[in-house]
């Protein structure tokens, strides 16, 4: 916002000394927060330097991917990745540690600690800072498969390479998967968008959970290959027949499953 914008401008200290204290700083947690804090705000102003941003990035990368962190210095982090990640807009997915970050997040997910901050820095970024396209390699990994499709020319993404579906907080990622899919069918202004190959894969992430043995997981999956459909009409300019076929598997497969998302899909464009 602009009041964010302006209060971090009038927050601004020089970034080269705060990351030269930050990386020789061994005290205690609250000073190493407090350092955290004051390179968010300092990034996060007009004025700043891309060489210390990456480094900033990097180091920010290395507290939120880390096991062994205090629970407020990784909170501050996540934050700080907030400031800073809203400040560089699209920029930030250019960024070497940004997919790094952003997966630590995702595995943030699942930390009933973390979780909330996690998920609001995620969703603040969403759509200024990274869209869904930008970020399949970071969700094909964070879902324990192989490439996306998108980058292999179009073909079917791997299956996840854990049985009963990809990493330990898959449920998580899924359910906060679905509701950043609806999202991103309404934005306006959304760069770059999903085209079809993309919610092939997309659709794919969904499809592999549908068996999930956690119901919820199994709910969110199809949450999500109804709002795969609906981007593909509403944001990709394809038919409705052509949004269908990125899940026409179903028809023999999940057939309850298939007359669910027509129904829901048809309901939710005639009230649009």
């Not at 250019?94 to 952003?102: D, E, G, V």
């Not at 979780?115 to 396209?133: D, I």
């Not at 007359?259 to 899909?265: A, E, G, H, K």
Request: proline share 1%; hydrophobic share 35%; charged share 25%.
């Amino acid at each position: 916002t602009d009041d964010e914008t302006e209060e971090c401008e009038e927050s601004a200290e020089d970034l080269g000394e705060l990351l030269k204290d930050f990386q020789i700083c061994e005290s205690k947690w609250q000073e190493k927060s407090d350092l955290i804090k004051r390179l968010g705000m300092s990034i996060s102003s007009k004025n700043r330097n891309n060489v210390h941003v990456g480094v900033a990035l990097t180091e920010m990368q290395n507290i939120v991917s880390s096991k062994n962190v205090n629970v407020h210095v990784l909170r501050v982090a996540v934050i700080a990745v907030g400031k800073i990640g809203f400040a560089l807009r699209h920029e930030l997915v250019s960024h070497a540690s940004w997919r790094t970050i952003m997966c630590g997040m995702l595995s943030l997910l699942k930390n009933k600690q973390i979780k909330s901050v996690a998920k609001e820095t995620l969703n603040k970024l969403h759509g200024t800072s990274y869209t869904l396209l930008n970020s399949l390699p970071v969700l094909s990994q964070s879902l324990g498969f192989g490439k996306s499709s998108h980058a292999m020319g179009g073909k079917t993404a791997n299956s996840p390479s854990t049985q009963a579906g990809g990493t330990t907080n898959c449920v998580e990622v899924i359910e906060w998967l679905s509701d950043v899919i609806e999202e991103e069918s309404s934005m306006e202004d959304v760069c770059p968008i999903l085209d079809k190959a993309g919610l092939t894969t997309m659709s794919s992430y969904f499809l592999a959970f549908l068996n999930h043995r956690d119901p919820k997981c199994r709910k969110y999956s199809q949450k999500g290959l109804t709002y795969a459909v609906i981007y593909g009409i509403k944001k990709s300019g394809m038919g409705q027949e052509e949004a269908l076929s990125i899940c026409s598997e179903l028809k023999s497969t999940h057939s309850k499953v298939w007359s669910s998302i027509l129904r829901v899909t048809r309901k939710i464009l005639e009230a649009q």
